[in-house]
């Protein structure tokens, strides 16, 4: 073995054992299971449900069901969470108000939130806060969008991401990941950090693919992000050493 065959080895070795105890900031939850878990608690107008009711898994999406459940959210988190990015598919299989959306920055206790809200029938999307786990009271307009990219089909799922920043607030949409455009963008700091939700209403609503980064977000199911930023630095390891068979 040539040395510089040999130090490649030893550089990539140590930085595979910083990275297997290196926490990665990221939530991911792919839904590929039966249950819902322990990492997400469903609430009920202030009244927290041990039972999931209204929520489930569906061929590795959790879906609402309003007619198992009443206006809920389904929560995951820890009250300091903050400056993160959330990021999630979605779909709706009715093209009628209302069948809901998400919810960043959650009080736990005083249900406090700011909210992304879904409207079929007119094709908007809207970005509010709100003071209580009911949508209604306190509700404040941050921004809104109607356009192309939200045409309000059923069965197909569309990409949604939220951006916090200190006060500054962003919302991305698309039919995907790749085709996102940021939609909304607001000032706000009535909430400084907090929980994340699903949101249901009263109609039935369906989400995959959760993610959730930023600074002290505990990995949760998140290996896959982990594994890609692995790979990633080693690959990088392995092409500056240009190792070769040759040595």
């Avoid at 009920?44 to 039972?51: F, M, P, R, T």
């Avoid at 820890?78 to 998400?102: H, Q, R």
């Amino acid at each position: 073995m040539s040395r510089n065959v040999r130090t490649s080895f030893i550089t990539i070795m140590l930085v595979l054992i910083i990275l297997s105890v290196q926490q990665i900031d990221a939530f991911l939850d792919e839904f590929e299971r039966k249950n819902l878990g322990d990492d997400w608690k469903v609430e009920v107008l202030g009244a927290e449900k041990k039972d999931f009711g209204g929520w489930s898994i569906d061929k590795g999406e959790v879906v609402y069901n309003p007619a198992k459940g009443a206006n809920s959210r389904m929560m995951t988190g820890k009250p300091a969470w903050k400056d993160y990015t959330v990021e999630c598919d979605m779909k709706f299989i009715m093209l009628s108000n209302y069948p809901g959306g998400i919810r960043t920055y959650v009080d736990a206790e005083t249900g406090g939130h700011y909210a992304v809200w879904f409207y079929p029938e007119t094709k908007e999307i809207k970005l509010f806060s709100g003071t209580t786990f009911d949508i209604n009271p306190g509700l404040v307009t941050l921004g809104q969008y109607k356009g192309h990219l939200y045409d309000a089909k059923v069965d197909v799922f569309y990409h949604l991401k939220v951006i916090h920043k200190g006060k500054q607030i962003k919302v991305w949409f698309g039919k995907n990941k790749d085709q996102a455009e940021k939609i909304i963008e607001a000032n706000d700091g009535k909430f400084k950090s907090g929980l994340f939700a699903l949101d249901g209403y009263n109609q039935p609503i369906y989400f995959d693919n959760i993610l959730i980064t930023g600074p002290r977000i505990p990995r949760s199911d998140g290996e896959a992000v982990e594994s890609q930023n692995k790979l990633a630095i080693v690959w990088g390891i392995l092409k500056s050493n240009k190792i070769s068979k040759g040595g």
